[in-house]
């Protein structure tokens, strides 16, 4: 996944170029402090006042350059608008927060709105089109027969949550003036390894040929998890 916005990045910004990245429900702020890390200037909007601190704790262990580099703010990302002018980001990341999100229309224009001219937004979302899987490779049939006609499935922390489709949200994409640009799938052979699994010897392996399948028909559809990288006009 990292991998994969490097990627993006790097095909509209020239090597170098201090980036302005805002990452909304940055959890944590793994992927923030990452891209911080980098030397992109870097904004969390996070809601979960728990993630906030957290995110807070990790920013404090870092070296002075990277700390003034990156801002946190507890808010919900509903609310871009309340917190920054439209236009002030060349990237804005929303990733494994959509499927928390009761009507994401609202929230994915006020994203597209934060975007400069040709600036990038990249979707994590879970897959609408393949929830079937998981259940159905566990043995769950009648999870499996269940989970055809649904876009709601129960997440690892037992909640009720949303999926999205690939089709629903490239119209999406378009109708916010950020079309649809490239998608990855995400979690193709792995999701069903579960919490707290063995880290296989040859990690490098499974990354590569998760990498593989991720871009790859027909592979990156049935993934668990989409990538969708939309770019503003
Ligand atoms: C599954 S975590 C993903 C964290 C991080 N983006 C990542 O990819 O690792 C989802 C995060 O989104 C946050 N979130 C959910 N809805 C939100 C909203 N409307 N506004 C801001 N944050 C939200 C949650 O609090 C949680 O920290």
Request: net charge negative; charged share 30%; glycine share 40%.
């Given at each position: 996944m990292a991998r994969q916005l490097d990627e993006q990045m790097a095909g509209r910004y020239p090597v170098g170029q201090r980036l302005r990245v805002l990452d909304v429900?940055?959890?944590?702020?793994t992927q923030a402090l990452r891209l911080a890390r980098l030397g992109h200037q870097v904004t969390g909007l996070e809601q979960d006042a728990t993630m906030v601190a957290a995110a807070r704790e990790a920013l404090a262990g870092e070296p002075e350059g990277i700390r003034e580099r990156m801002r946190i703010i507890e808010g919900?990302?509903?609310?871009?608008g309340v917190h920054f002018l439209p236009g002030s980001f060349d990237v804005v990341l929303c990733h494994g927060v959509l499927m928390y999100v009761q009507e994401p229309d609202a929230l994915l224009a006020g994203l597209a709105r934060m975007l400069a001219p040709g600036g990038l937004l990249s979707l994590l979302v879970r897959n609408a089109d393949a929830l079937a899987l998981r259940p159905g490779l566990s043995g769950d049939w009648p999870g499996a027969v269940a989970a055809f006609d649904s876009v709601t499935y129960r997440n690892r922390l037992g909640l009720d949550v949303r999926a999205d489709r690939l089709v629903t949200l490239t119209d999406a994409l378009a109708g916010i003036g950020a079309p649809l640009q490239a998608w990855y799938g995400v979690r193709v052979f792995t999701d069903t390894a579960t919490d707290g699994a063995e880290i296989p010897q040859d990690l490098q392996t499974l990354l590569t040929a998760e990498e593989r399948a991720g871009r790859t028909d027909p592979y990156r559809s049935v993934a668990a998890l989409l990538h969708l990288c939309g770019v503003r006009g």
């Open positions: 429900g940055m959890g944590q702020g919900d990302g509903r609310d871009t």
